[in-house]
């Protein structure tokens, strides 16, 4: 599986590269205000995972097939050992590849996600809004696209969101592979990983204050496969704690790597 990624370096990168993982119907620019802000410093490699934005879509989707992605791209890309951070399912990419290949990964960041498995269906109108879109030939625009979601997301920021992945030349509408997503939804929200596997390096959790994501009942579960995690909250900001604080997020994210060196 090729993913499709965006490389930018600064002149004189002295640092591991950072590996940028976006969440659940994103895409490599989702994470573009952090990407911005460390390459005074670090060569960033914004990924698109598989099934989203110019990667390729397949009808396979779990955290094992995208780890495989991932540690491909850096084969490809002859890179040995990289700083990771993911957020949402991203970051639950990020893990499941530390826990993969704990040889490769020198830190690990981990944005407003848990090593669980969430039974609750947090997405069910998402799927339905972005499907009535799907299914409506004559919208041609993400204004119209907008008014027609508004239905059933009443969140501008959800819609505004989502529809940064509107595409009108693609027949089903989205960037991201829809069937797939929804096809595979439970083993996305869900987590597989026996607590036997470990990543013993330097692992940082972000979680927002007002998001319920990551909960003091999962801490657990955290431990168990990073016995070395610490955590970070930062008040006021929800599940897109990257894009509601950035310049928290930032230097949340900017200090953690410096401790690293």
């Not at 460390?38 to 598989?50: G, M, P």
């Not at 704990?102 to 090593?115: F, G």
Request: hydrophobic fraction near 40%; charged fraction near 20%; charge should be neutral.
């Amino acid at each position: 599986m090729k993913l499709n990624a965006q490389i930018s370096s600064p002149t004189m990168p002295n640092n591991l590269p950072v590996v940028l993982l976006h969440g659940l119907f994103g895409k490599q620019d989702n994470l573009n205000q952090l990407k911005q802000y460390l390459l005074a410093d670090y060569k960033v490699i914004s990924v698109d995972l598989r099934n989203h934005g110019m990667s390729e879509w397949h009808q396979d989707m779990d955290y094992e097939v995208m780890s495989q992605d991932l540690l491909g791209l850096l084969t490809e890309l002859n890179i040995e050992n990289v700083h990771l951070l993911g957020h949402s399912m991203g970051g639950k990419v990020a893990m499941a590849t530390a826990l993969l290949a704990p040889e490769k990964i020198s830190s690990l960041m981990v944005a407003d996600i848990a090593p669980v498995n969430y039974l609750q269906d947090r997405h069910s109108a998402v799927f339905s809004a972005l499907r009535q879109v799907a299914s409506s030939p004559a919208i041609t625009s993400r204004r119209e696209a907008d008014i027609l979601m508004s239905k059933m997301l009443p969140e501008p920021a959800v819609r505004q969101f989502l529809l940064k992945s509107f595409d009108s030349t693609r027949s089903s509408r989205w960037q991201f592979n829809l069937d797939a997503l929804q096809a595979h939804y439970s083993e996305i929200m869900g987590w597989n990983y026996t607590s036997q596997l470990k990543y013993t390096g330097p692992v940082l959790f972000i979680k927002g204050g007002a998001s319920d994501y990551l909960q003091s009942e999962h801490h657990n579960a955290i431990k168990e496969h990073f016995p070395n995690a610490k955590a970070q909250i930062i008040p006021g900001a929800g599940h897109w704690l990257h894009a509601e604080k950035p310049a928290i997020f930032n230097g949340i994210i900017k200090r953690f790597l410096e401790q690293q060196l």
